[in-house]
């Protein structure tokens, strides 16, 4: 996967906005509090050491 763009993502539990790799710009993300073993996903941590994930649809 080549990264060449990114987008702020809420985090689910305290809002806080990080900003991840996406494959497209346009690319619609998907916020998940949990792991899944299909797609094209990245792992964040937000500011206040909530983890969750995020897909790419
Ligand atoms: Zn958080």
């Given at each position: 996967?080549?990264?060449?763009?990114?987008?702020?993502?809420?985090?689910?539990?305290?809002?806080?906005?990080?900003?991840?790799?996406?494959?497209d710009?346009d690319?619609?993300?998907?916020v998940?509090?949990?792991?899944?073993?299909?797609?094209?996903?990245?792992?964040?941590e937000?500011?206040?050491?909530?983890?969750?994930w995020?897909?790419y649809?």
């Open positions: 996967m080549q990264v060449t763009e990114t987008q702020d993502v809420a985090c689910p539990k305290c809002g806080t906005h990080s900003s991840i790799p996406v494959p710009r690319v619609e993300l998907k998940s509090p949990y792991v899944a073993a299909f797609g094209e996903y990245t792992k964040v937000c500011s206040d050491e909530h983890v969750f995020v897909y649809c």
